[in-house]
């Protein structure tokens, strides 16, 4: 039964628990529920502080608001965690091989009733990872071991993940979904074991923004050691509601390739080279408070045009300002940047096309 344990649980004089075999302890303290799955197949569960006693494949224990649960060395399993309280989380993956003892802990997490956390356990406990997820399993934010947050999500809480599978090895990458059209071009930068950016890009020309983690056969590859090709990387490709395109040419879409440097990996690169990893570029929002323009005037046709439309708001990244933004008007509907309608008194409304959304109001 997985309320019983096979062995005693003890620690030794440094506080660490002992265990008469190798294997992984996995501690977390604080009001949460937990579920572990192997190979997608859950193999355990706490709820309420109660061990579920119909899923019985790992030993699992309940000490007040502590759970503890054991895991061979050598094999990958993925905990789920979900907040039923307030406070603060302390997480831990131990060896419990007091020869060779390693440890990865995550302490002073913020918790919220509800928040939805995961963690990929494998074998090297150093590259063992905990994310902040939303309800359907979306990584949204990546925690740090001394519970800091870092947001690798992207714009629209979105990640997305893809396995490449190259004869023995197994290639993840996984990437945010989505970014803001801002003026610059959008580049993949890597994530290194920190979850720090690694050779961040950001300029009035380019952003690092696309926040990539390469991991394989469970452990995180060094940015270092790979470097990325983008592609369509600038104009906004798919509406504000994630799912309308605006770009319908696939081969037009904004993607990243990644391209290996290091000699332990260069032998995939002929996959990896023409591997297209796709992500979303949404429209900015059109705001009155930072727009102006020098002047309109009205066509034969009775369009009103504006001269030299700029658009310079205050914060349009959380790194640094970009280059004013100079809003165009073209009669094909596809490139301009935005078009003008007149309301029944005689104002006149800018509304966002293409790389922008919603309107503006110019009162007559």
């Not at 620690?11 to 008469?20: C, E, F, L, M, V």
């Not at 699992?60 to 054991?70: Q, R, T």
């Not at 990546?142 to 190259?166: M, P, Q, V, Y």
Request: glycine fraction near 8%; aromatic fraction near 10%.
């Amino acid at each position: 039964k997985a309320t019983r344990s096979l062995y005693v649980l003890a620690k030794d004089s440094s506080g660490h628990y002992t265990i008469p075999f190798k294997t992984m302890m996995v501690t977390v303290a604080c009001p949460v529920d937990v579920e572990v799955y192997k190979d997608g197949n859950l193999v355990g569960r706490v709820k309420n502080n109660a061990v579920d006693e119909d899923v019985t494949d790992i030993d699992l224990h309940v000490f007040g608001e502590e759970k503890n649960f054991l895991i061979p060395c050598d094999e990958n399993y993925q905990v789920r965690l979900s907040a039923t309280g307030e406070g603060e989380m302390s997480y831990t993956v131990e060896e419990t091989d007091t020869d060779n003892y390693e440890i990865k802990q995550f302490s002073n997490v913020a918790l919220t009733s509800g928040q939805k956390m995961l963690s990929d356990i494998n074998p090297d406990i150093s590259g063992n990872r905990l994310y902040i997820t939303d309800d359907e399993g979306n990584i949204l934010k990546e925690i740090l071991a001394d519970g800091s947050e870092i947001d690798i999500a992207g714009i629209g809480g979105k990640r997305s993940t893809e396995t490449i599978t190259i004869g023995s090895d197994v290639y993840t990458v996984s990437w945010n979904s989505f970014v803001r059209f801002d003026g610059r071009k959008h580049n993949g930068v890597g994530l290194d074991t920190d979850g720090r950016d690694y050779n961040e890009t950001v300029t009035t020309g380019k952003v690092s923004d696309v926040k990539v983690v390469i991991t394989k056969n469970g452990n995180i590859i060094n940015p270092s050691n790979y470097k990325f090709k983008n592609r369509n990387n600038k104009n906004a490709s798919v509406s504000i509601d994630g799912i309308t395109a605006i770009q319908t040419n696939e081969r037009k879409m904004p993607s990243f390739s990644i391209i290996f440097k290091d000699e332990e990996n260069k032998d995939v690169n002929l996959l990896f080279k023409k591997k297209k990893f796709r992500y979303g570029i949404f429209p900015l929002e059109l705001n009155g408070d930072y727009m102006s323009f020098d002047r309109k005037t009205t066509t034969k046709n009775g369009v009103t045009k504006f001269k030299k439309v700029t658009f310079n708001p205050k914060v349009m990244s959380d790194q640094i300002q970009p280059k004013t933004l100079k809003l165009k008007y073209k009669s094909n509907a596809g490139k301009t940047d935005y078009y003008t309608t007149a309301s029944e008194n005689g104002d006149i409304i800018v509304h966002g096309q293409n790389n922008y959304y919603g309107s503006v109001v110019y009162k007559k």
